[in-house]
């Protein structure tokens, strides 16, 4: 199957800096990238879609300002948590669907755990 | 609002016990339904998908039912194994390409 990656695979930092995410899809072209946070021992909640090219769509309750989606090529999309603070720490998955894969599939990365000291 | 339930949240079972989680979802307007485990501090691997259109996948030990209009699946789990250990998670993809998750079962398999 596609293959999906996430860079770092964790990251731990001190409260009010700024930390990026990286997702990249190795083998394909991702049109489409979906950002989803878990907290510990609860499901997946998707916090934003983002198509290449255009701005991302945030989902109700997630900070736009404060959770910063840049997909800027068919390969890699980025997460910005700015000014980050003890409540963002969490695991951050990212996955990607694009052309000619399985109909309606998404693949996922690897996840990223950040904690914020 | 689309909404996915799981039960049960956990299960403890001895090995090579047959099991089966369950899945279950409010709008059956879905394009497709798929299973996914997830070991501790890891991320999601892909098991079973089912396209709308069909009524089960089988890969191995493991076979996912679908009824869409009664808005549920099921995964059957045959001769389990302590390396089955781990949470599976139910997904449904809705309108906009979608995926909402259901919260989970965590599944432990006493050697």
């Known amino acids: 199957g596609a293959v999906v990656s996430q860079h770092p695979s964790r990251v731990i930092c001190k409260s009010g800096t700024s930390v990026k995410i990286e997702c990249r899809s190795l083998?394909?072209?991702?049109?489409?990238m979906f950002w989803y946070r878990q907290f510990p021992k609860k499901s997946l909640m998707l916090m934003a879609t983002?198509?290449?090219?255009?701005?991302?769509?945030?989902e109700q309750g997630v900070e736009k300002d404060k959770f910063l989606i840049n997909h800027a090529s068919l390969t890699l999309s980025t997460l910005t948590v700015t000014s980050a603070h003890p409540e963002d720490s969490s695991f951050y998955i990212c996955?990607?669907?694009?052309?000619?894969?399985?109909?309606?599939?998404?693949?996922f990365g690897p996840g990223t755990r950040l904690t914020v000291l | 609002k689309q909404e996915v339930t799981q039960i049960p949240a956990a299960l403890s079972v001895p090995e090579g016990e047959n099991l089966v989680l369950n899945c279950s979802f409010t709008?059956?307007?879905?394009?497709?339904l798929q299973w996914f485990r997830q070991d501790p501090g890891k991320g999601l691997t892909s098991l079973l998908l089912?396209?709308?259109?069909?009524r089960e996948q089988t890969s191995g030990r493991l076979n996912a039912s679908l009824d869409k209009s009664s808005g549920r699946s099921t995964l059957y789990i045959a001769a389990s194994q302590p390396g089955d250990s781990a949470t599976y998670l139910c997904?449904?993809?809705?309108?906009?390409?979608?995926?909402?998750f259901g919260g989970g079962t965590r599944l432990m398999v006493k050697p």
């Open positions: 996955s990607a669907r694009g052309p000619g894969l399985g109909r309606n599939e998404q693949f």
């Open positions: 083998d394909f072209q991702a049109t489409t």
């Open positions: 983002s198509n290449e090219g255009s701005k991302a769509t945030y």
């Open positions: 709008d059956s307007a879905i394009y497709n």
């Open positions: 089912i396209q709308s259109s069909q």
């Open positions: 997904a449904v993809m809705g309108a906009g390409n979608m995926l909402t």
